[in-house]
């Protein structure tokens, strides 16, 4: 059995969602889906496995739906009432509402929280077997189409990256360029936080949720305003969707494109949008669930950290005998799995884990000195590698650098936007490396598997995401 990985920062409490959504939910909504999918989290690392044929029958299988443009608007209109449905919930933990509920109220609304995150994952968790499709259909393409490739891939719609940007540069406007760089008076500093107010979650993940800070504000408006690139960004920003669309128009006419070739690029365009929307709201969810969370661990004296590496299970538990297992909650850090199949899940914690984590155990050919990937943002770069797996890692990060990462998340943008070039194990065309390094014009190769082992700090490299290899120089 091959198994397709993904890693990233995780905590335990809010694997479920999207666990059960892959098998479970798929089903649900579109008449297949896996036959197991598996999350071992160790130490604040999150480890996804998927069976690779199992991806690609489901992929296929909801293609051929997607196909039909009339099945599109209804996920789509779908979605809509979803994110509704979220909206609200977010607003009741944004207003503060949530200090004042008792128990009894607190384990329904974290009821009601992780019934809408479970909804909305069931319906949106498409993206995962549907990219591993488009990317081997568009491999033979690349070549082909070479520049027009980046452009072909691009979702027509404003990433929710792009979105604050605009936000941020609106607020330039309001508060004016001087006085970002030389201080905010009070009325400055409450439009500035109306903006922080909105984007809290900007810079959330699997496994922190820290409030977006007025310092990252700051520092991103003074860089536009120092490098005197506010109006031309707004320009870009506001022109995004009219211009890629005209571009893509007119790529399709020139290049003669199959009808097939087509759709597909149609389908990718779907999947890119509702694939950053679910971002969104995915940042959103852990975000105010935090909160949500936090409130209910101090209501029985428990932190945040032993309620983030608690299962769902384990804090439905926790209403009802007042108390965690101070050893599944060790146990919920140190190594924890979560397994879902047709119609049960099974958990596993401590020494079960790690035995069970022995077959997807493989040895990495380190030997190389050139790696391959799925070209998704074109350009030629040549800089020091630096690994990022942590935030706490970005201060290594310099200007210039080559950023490799086992994927990236919006926490990342900062260092995207100073790389030289981008280079992930993980993800395809519609993944938030893919998306964020297109808008960024910054060369990008994601889906190397292999970038984070092989390569090491400080390598230099040539990253040919023309072609899609990144080839080690010293």
Request: charged fraction near 30%; aromatic fraction near 10%; hydrophobic fraction near 35%.
């Amino acid at each position: 059995m091959k198994w397709e990985i993904q890693e990233a920062p995780c905590s335990s409490y809010c694997v479920f969602g999207w666990v059960d959504a892959a098998v479970d939910g798929l089903k649900k909504h579109f008449g297949k889906g896996l036959s197991i999918h598996v999350y071992i989290g160790k130490k604040g690392k999150g480890y996804e496995y998927f069976l690779r044929e199992d991806l690609i029958e489901t992929g296929k299988h909801i293609i051929e739906q997607f196909k039909d443009k009339k099945f599109r608007k209804e996920i789509r209109d779908s979605w809509k009432g979803f994110k509704k449905t979220m909206d609200a919930l977010f607003g009741k933990i944004m207003q503060g509402k949530h200090h004042d509920l008792s128990i009894e109220e607190l384990e329904k609304l974290y009821h009601v929280f992780n019934a809408a995150y479970a909804e909305y994952y069931d319906l949106m968790m498409f993206a995962e077997p549907v990219e591993l499709v488009l990317d081997g259909f568009f491999k033979d393409s690349i070549k082909k189409l070479k520049e027009d490739f980046s452009i072909l891939t691009t979702p027509p719609e404003l990433s929710f990256i792009q979105k604050e940007k605009l936000s941020v540069i609106k607020l330039i406007e309001h508060i004016g360029k001087d006085a970002i760089i030389s201080g905010l008076n009070a009325d400055q500093k409450r439009a500035l936080h109306e903006h922080i107010h909105q984007f809290a979650w900007l810079r959330s993940s699997y496994l922190e949720t820290p409030t977006l800070s007025e310092q990252d504000v700051l520092d991103r408006a003074k860089e536009l305003v120092q490098n005197e690139v506010v109006e031309r960004e707004k320009k870009k920003i506001l022109g995004f969707e009219k211009d890629i669309t005209q571009k893509k128009e007119s790529i399709i006419s020139k290049s003669k494109l199959s009808p097939e070739t087509v759709e597909m690029i149609h389908i990718s365009d779907f999947t890119g949008i509702l694939h950053d929307e679910r971002k969104e709201y995915t940042l959103k969810w852990l975000y105010y669930c935090a909160l949500l969370l936090e409130e209910i661990g101090k209501r029985f004296k428990y932190s945040l950290h032993d309620m983030f590496f608690s299962s769902k299970i384990e804090i439905e538990r926790l209403f009802k005998e007042k108390k965690l297992d101070p050893q599944k909650i060790k146990e919920g850090f140190d190594a924890f799995t979560y397994i879902r199949e047709p119609g049960k899940s099974t958990e596993y914690y401590g020494k079960d884990t790690l035995g069970y984590e022995k077959q997807f155990m493989h040895e990495v050919d380190t030997d190389v000195s050139t790696i391959h990937g799925m070209p998704v943002s074109g350009g030629i770069a040549v800089g020091k590698v630096k690994i990022i797996h942590l935030t706490s890692q970005f201060p290594k990060f310099n200007e210039g650098d080559i950023l490799v990462a086992p994927m990236t998340r919006p926490d990342y943008v900062p260092l995207m936007g100073r790389a030289a070039a981008i280079v992930t194990d993980q993800g395809g065309i519609t993944s938030h490396a893919a998306i964020v390094s297109r808008e960024l014009g910054k060369p990008c190769v994601v889906g190397t598997k292999t970038a984070t082992k092989v390569l090491k700090d400080d390598d230099m490299v040539e990253v040919n995401a023309n072609h899609g290899w990144i080839r080690i120089i010293k």
